[in-house]
């Protein structure tokens, strides 16, 4: 499998990923394709596929914060079972990563990511791609390190009308894996940043910030 990024719409191959996007995720949680033309072309976000065969058969994007030294998982996607395309996207990602954390200066803190609850959304079909169960996605994170923050988590939904989009955990990977904890204002800062893309907020995640606000640290547990 070859690990590529992609930089533009006008990319043959991003009318592939996107489409894989439509067939594997909800409506709610997917942009636009005129809409990603500035996403793509933003040096911070870093979209790559895995491409078998001239095939897409999975997509990841990511991005690094420097000044808070932790990286967002935005998605990956495993378009096909059996080829260990999840594992392989992982691994290219983190190796990526390193680089761009070494190159500031630093070790690498660790990696937010959104992961649906199973209990809640157990009815997505998730393109019928098995790997993508909600089920199966929680306990590969799970795996990976990644632990749950424990507050009650919603994001504005990427369509941007002001809905808040439950059922899902924001989690958390931390490097040295030795964290119970992750400090509030880290987490506060990190989802402003992350949304300011999108400015109608709804009322609960508004008010989900400002319960984050009001205390020192949230636990991280086991998924």
Not at 19 to 42: A, G, S
Not at 79 to 85: A, Q, R, S
Not at 108 to 124: N, S, T, W
Request: glycine share 6%; proline share 4%; hydrophobic share 40%.
């Amino acid at each position: 499998m070859e690990y590529r990024r992609i930089t533009g719409i006008e990319d043959p191959l991003f009318k592939q990923m996107h489409q894989l996007m439509q067939q594997v995720f909800p409506t709610e949680e997917v942009l636009e394709f005129n809409l990603w033309k500035e996403p793509l072309e933003d040096i911070g976000i870093r979209v790559f596929i895995a491409v078998k065969d001239n095939k897409v058969v999975g997509a990841t994007e990511y991005r690094y914060y420097e000044d808070f030294n932790v990286a967002m998982t935005d998605f990956t996607i495993i378009g096909k079972d059996g080829l260990g395309v999840g594992a392989f996207l992982a691994q290219k990602r983190l190796v990526d990563l390193n680089m761009l954390a070494s190159a500031n200066g630093k070790k690498l803190r660790g990696m937010f990511a959104e992961i649906y609850d199973p209990c809640k959304v157990e009815q997505y079909e998730f393109g019928s791609i098995k790997s993508m169960n909600p089920y199966v996605r929680r306990e590969v994170l799970s795996h990976l390190g990644y632990k749950r923050l424990n507050f009650s988590y919603v994001h504005p939904s990427w369509k941007n009308d002001g809905e808040a989009v439950s059922g899902l955990d924001l989690c958390f990977l931390p490097i040295d894996h030795k964290e119970d904890e992750l400090n509030s204002s880290l987490i506060v800062q990190f989802l402003r940043r992350y949304y300011s893309v999108l400015p109608n907020k709804p009322r609960y995640w508004e008010e989900m910030i400002k319960d984050l606000e009001e205390k020192k640290s949230i636990e991280l547990l086991s998924m």
